[in-house]
């Protein structure tokens, strides 16, 4: 009861929440045509370059946060289908054991995907159960209440995106309300023609600008190093390094790949919905240094026991070689020995033979 009247008041705080931002944002653009477009182009002498190259500007920055908006809250993070669920229940996989350990699944001494406990469904590695959308998320970051959705391994490249262009907005916005607050006087004329809200909408880009600027960092330096959310908090609780955990690539480039599907930093930034590398359930373990360096540490042991039981073996073959020539070479004498006398009591002529072969 209670965990179905905490999922349906996180609903209706993520409605309430998208409702919120679209509201903002139509005042925000609103004023930016209408307030700043404006200001600007009076001030510059009723330059049409001036004016439309602000428009283009701002248009597409502002398709750009609502198409990643939208497609962040309508592309599903990343679940199996039941097929899937079947196959692997199929094959007898193991219960995650995550109400004993809430981070097993990024415990790189374990990395069989499992059935999750919730749900009753696949939970390959790195998969979290999300208790909000109740059911288990594929490379879950977290759940954002903002897109009422979870960010998972389909959706992660649409909210960077969004936070991405929301800072470049904000601070494009702030540095033109700053240049007119600093020429004052020469937009004294222009400002005239500003709505009332311009002044609420200056102040809410400045402080936007500054909030978004350590979002994006946080948000951004976590994608960069290969961790999600969930992994980076779980391994503090857990007391361990983040990068003791093995799906961190070693490059900022592979770690993005697994995010946009792409290693080019231009097209990354692009509005697309182009194919990702594989379906979220796939992660190698190859790549972390420590893990690597753990791997040749085991093969090394390895070799060494190897040798050791090689040279124990020889040892031993040697000195049953010895004895088995000596007693060959006894036997080889006498059976010599035993031809010559033969070959000299019938056929005395075949000894020359043998002797020149
Ligand atoms: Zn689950
Ligand atoms: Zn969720």
Redesign the pocket.
């Known amino acids: 009861m209670f965990k179905y009247l905490f999922q349906k008041c996180m609903k209706f705080i993520g409605i309430t929440l998208i409702i919120f931002f679209l509201l903002l944002y139509i005042m925000i653009f609103y004023s930016y045509i209408y307030d700043l477009c404006q200001i600007y182009y009076i001030y510059f002498e009723k330059s049409l370059a001036v004016g439309l190259l602000m428009l283009i500007v701002g248009y597409y920055l502002g398709f750009c946060i609502i198409f990643n908006y939208a497609m962040g809250i309508f592309v599903h993070?990343g679940k199996s289908n039941v097929k899937k669920h079947r196959n692997y229940q199929l094959n007898g996989l193991d219960e995650s054991d995550e109400d004993d350990d809430p981070h097993n699944f990024v415990n790189i001494q374990d990395t069989r995907p499992k059935i999750c406990r919730k749900c009753n469904d696949f939970k390959p590695l790195r998969a979290h159960h999300?208790?909000?959308?109740?059911?288990c998320?594929y490379k879950?970051d977290?759940?954002?209440p903002w897109l009422d959705?979870?960010v998972?391994y389909e959706n992660h490249r649409y909210f960077l995106s969004f936070i991405f262009y929301l800072m470049v907005s904000m601070f494009y916005l702030s540095s033109l309300f700053f240049y007119i607050d600093h020429h004052h006087a020469g937009f004294r004329d222009a400002k005239q023609v500003s709505t009332k809200i311009f002044p609420v909408v200056q102040l809410l880009c400045y402080v936007l600008s500054f909030v978004l600027l350590a979002f994006n960092g946080w948000n951004w330096y976590l994608a960069m190093k290969g961790y999600t959310a969930v992994e980076f908090w779980g391994s503090r609780s857990d007391g361990k390094d983040p990068s003791e955990y093995a799906f961190q690539y070693p490059t900022v480039s592979q770690n993005l790949y697994h995010i946009f599907g792409t290693y080019s930093y231009f097209k990354m930034l692009l509005p697309s919905t182009r194919a990702l590398p594989h379906d979220g359930t796939k992660w190698e373990c190859l790549s972390q240094p420590k893990r690597q360096h753990k791997i040749n540490e085991d093969i090394e042991k390895q070799n060494q026991a190897r040798n050791r039981n090689i040279q124990k073996y020889e040892d031993e073959v040697d000195d049953e070689e010895e004895q088995k020539f000596n007693s060959f070479e006894r036997n080889a004498i006498i059976k010599d020995r035993k031809i010559q006398f033969q070959g000299n009591s019938d056929e005395g002529g075949d000894d020359e033979m043998e002797d020149g072969l």
Not at 130 to 135: D, F, L
């Open positions: 993070p999300c208790s909000i959308c109740n059911e998320i879950m977290h759940h954002c959705n979870c998972g």
